[in-house]
């Protein structure tokens, strides 16, 4: 049998400092991602014995089916692995926690018949994970934020942006992404800029307004330590800074 190639959704993971805990640690740390993100696809009734599950060592790769909406990969699937995240966090040891940068992406990949994939989106998605943008997000907050994700601009453009219900483009925050030779526009979503519909207010509804495509921020106006306080969530050019109490 000859290789085929197909128009596919992919979502990368990956455990932030994973590094250094040790292999005890690192087995223990990966079983719960595997376990939330499984949980998370079936509370999103999706079926995690349709995707192709590719194992990167401190993370995964996830194919979805070819059938598969683009935004069935975010809402409620991102939320719902946050929320499993973060419960594990709040009873495990400082060693076990964990904070995940996920990836999400797609285009044409090549299938072989022994069952691996390949191809150029996989190299995009890989840039996307290491991203500078996606790795401060991912410590945002006074102690990291469970999950940060970033979208490619091409898989925004068809997901969030033809309005499928369940994602709100105003969740989003426009980041400019390079790593080595790939640089490109992308979205990132984390925890103080859920995914989900807005609530419409009465200024919003007949508004008849159309708003500007936000530009896209530095790391630094994303994430940043500002005196004792910690950019926590930027939303249309405000900062929201969370003080702490320490001295």
Same mark, same amino acid.
Request: hydrophobic share 40%; glycine share 8%.
């Given at each position: ?7 596919? %959704? ?5 455990? +932030? ?22 949980? =998370? ?6 079926? +995690? ?14 194919? =979805? ?7 069935? @990969? ?16 709040r ?6 926690? @964990?904070?995940?940068? !996920? =990836? ?15 191809? +150029? ?10 991203? %500078?943008?996606?790795? $401060? !997000? ?8 469970p ?7 091409h898989?925004y453009?068809?997901?969030?942006? $033809? ?6 483009a ?12 790939? =640089?490109a526009r992308? *979205?990132? *979503?984390? /925890?103080?800029? /859920?995914?989900? /519909? ?7 509804a007949?508004?008849?307004?159309q708003?500007?495509?936000p ?10 330590? +500002?005196?004792?306080g910690?950019?926590? %969530?930027? $939303? ?12």
């Amino acid at each position: 049998m000859n290789p085929r190639y197909e128009y596919r %959704a992919l979502l990368a993971c990956d455990i +932030a400092g994973s590094a250094g805990r040790g292999e005890r640690r690192l087995q223990e740390i990966r079983r719960v991602l595997r376990s939330a993100l499984s949980d =998370a696809l079936g509370i999103a009734d999706l079926n +995690a014995r349709d995707f192709a599950y590719v194992d990167t060592g401190d993370g995964c790769q996830l194919v =979805a089916p070819a059938a598969l909406s683009k935004a069935r @990969l975010l809402f409620p699937l991102l939320p719902e692995l946050c929320s499993r995240i973060r419960e594990h966090n709040r009873h495990a040891a400082a060693d076990l926690r @964990l904070r995940v940068r !996920a =990836a999400v992406h797609a285009g044409e990949i090549r299938l072989d018949p022994d069952g691996t994939v390949s191809g +150029a989106p996989f190299e995009a998605l890989a840039r996307l994970l290491d991203s %500078a943008p996606l790795r $401060h !997000a991912t410590l945002a907050g006074t102690t990291g934020t469970p999950v940060a994700a970033i979208l490619s601009h091409h898989f925004y453009e068809e997901a969030v942006g $033809h309005g499928y219900e369940g994602l709100e483009a105003d969740a989003f925050t426009a980041a400019n992404v390079r790593v080595k030779e790939y =640089a490109a526009r992308a *979205w990132l *979503w984390y /925890p103080g800029s /859920p995914v989900g /519909p807005r609530i419409s207010s009465d200024r919003d509804a007949g508004a008849g307004e159309q708003l500007a495509e936000p530009e896209p921020r530095a790391v630094e106006q994303l994430v940043q330590a +500002a005196g004792r306080g910690t950019v926590f %969530a930027v $939303h249309r050019g405000d900062q929201y800074i969370r003080h702490n109490d320490r001295g």
